[in-house]
């Protein structure tokens, strides 16, 4: 009686749903599947060519990827050159929630008998959410303080801004930034802070960089430039597309007039080090101040740079000590540890010992250790900020108490039968 009245129920929630078995199909499943599959296989095989974050970019932080058949491959001096495009993971991971939701609408029952397989599908549902959130909005950036300092504030890997300071009073210092957003638009700039305009005439991601002579002369996108260092040190700049492979240096570069009252103040060039700009007078004393471009207007000092956009935070971090070590006989590292003080906003410190597989969770944040330099006495940190990173192990808890329901019913239900068979003599 009872499974007549379960067929009767699903039966009208079907008819109730209608518009939803499509969506539910357990075929969409398969191709959809199928798909991720296809995309998995494809996305490794590019790590090789643009690196592990260059795949992701291109193919699971995407609606879809194009990509081209390896020349190596079977055919591969033909077909080549064919652009083939694969969905990325933001579409199979969308269609994979509308797909499994559907199905959890449309045939899925709340009865003690299947309660487990429907805490199964709903904390696969959830990490499917959890992870499209994370590569959304998930930022990753890093933190390098030397030995006995201080740090607040962290910096993007990839994204710059353009800064400009006002040092005039060594007590107070201005700061006014432009984000990448605008500088990719290009145009005119301005702030109520600083006297004159910003006017963008180029902007890119990454560059490749020399001191031009006679044999090799300024591309005419540095010839226009006659202040600051791009002028003094006769730099030339090629652009180049950004390196998204894990060694990457990706140097930022600007080239930009300023202007008072519409009169021009001289066209500059800057730089960003994907380092920090303090690496700048260890590369060459030429370049030493391209992290800091002095311009003296209106009986005031100023200063320029391109850096790695920077977030600052309500704490600090000091690092103590660090330590470093390898596997006996080999390069290969076996522990990286660093000493820190964790300075709260309340003026309360807190010791913490940050090393592989261990991170630092504070404010949102987590802190890896990612490098470290014991000879230059300085460690650095990856940190990344993801908001949901709870979602997932709420997901893993649901399937795990939804498995263990249903093989828990299914046992007694066959311990229960099975002490009930009358045994023969």
């Not at 303080?145 to 040092?167: C, M, P, T, W």
């Not at 600090?316 to 000493?339: A, K, M, R, V």
Request: hydrophobic share 40%; glycine share 8%; net charge neutral.
């Amino acid at each position: 009686m009872n499974n007549k009245i379960n067929k009767s129920s699903l039966s009208q929630r079907r008819r109730d749903f209608n518009f939803l078995l499509p969506l539910a199909s357990l075929r969409l499943t398969i191709a959809l599947l199928s798909l991720s599959m296809i995309l998995i296989f494809v996305a490794t095989l590019e790590q090789v060519r643009i690196g592990i974050r260059g795949a992701l970019a291109e193919y699971f932080e995407s609606f879809y990827g194009i990509w081209y058949y390896p020349e190596k491959f079977w055919g591969g001096e033909i077909l080549q050159d064919i652009p083939l495009p694969i969905p990325g993971g933001y579409l199979l991971g969308g269609l994979l929630i509308i797909n499994l939701t559907a199905a959890y609408i449309v045939r899925f029952q709340w009865t003690f008998k299947k309660g487990g397989i429907q805490l199964i599908h709903l904390g696969i549902i959830l990490l499917l959410i959890g992870q499209l959130t994370t590569q959304a909005i998930q930022e990753e950036s890093r933190m390098q303080i030397n030995k006995g300092e201080k740090s607040n504030y962290i910096e993007r890997f990839h994204g710059v801004e353009l800064v400009i300071r006002d040092v005039t009073d060594p007590a107070q210092e201005k700061v006014i930034t432009v984000p990448q957003e605008l500088l990719q638009k290009g145009g005119s700039h301005s702030d109520k802070a600083m006297p004159f305009t910003v006017n963008v005439l180029h902007f890119g991601v990454n560059c490749d960089f020399d001191f031009a002579t006679a044999e090799k002369p300024r591309s005419p996108m540095a010839e226009i430039v006659n202040r600051g260092v791009g002028q003094s040190a006769n730099l030339n700049i090629t652009a180049k597309e950004e390196d998204f492979s894990s060694d990457a240096l990706n140097f930022g570069y600007i080239i930009f007039e300023l202007l008072d009252k519409g009169q021009s103040l001289g066209k500059w060039m800057s730089i960003s080090h994907p380092a920090g700009n303090q690496v700048w007078s260890q590369m060459s004393p030429k370049l030493s101040d391209m992290g800091f471009q002095s311009i003296r207007h209106n009986g005031k000092l100023w200063g320029v740079a391109l850096r790695q956009e920077r977030e600052y935070l309500p704490f600090s971090i000091e690092l103590l000590d660090i330590e470093n070590e390898f596997y006996q006989g080999t390069e290969i590292p076996f522990n990286f540890e660093s000493d820190i003080n964790l300075h709260l906003e309340d003026n309360q410190t807190r010791r913490a010992l940050v090393y592989m597989n261990t991170p630092l969770r504070h404010g949102g944040k987590t802190f890896y250790q990612y490098q470290m330099n014991d000879s230059a006495n300085y460690s650095v940190f990856q940190v990344i900020s993801n908001p949901s990173w709870l979602v997932p192990y709420i997901a893993c808890v649901l399937v795990s108490i939804g498995m263990l329901w249903q093989f828990s019913f299914h046992l007694i239900r066959f311990l229960r039968k099975n002490s009930q068979t009358p045994q023969k003599a």
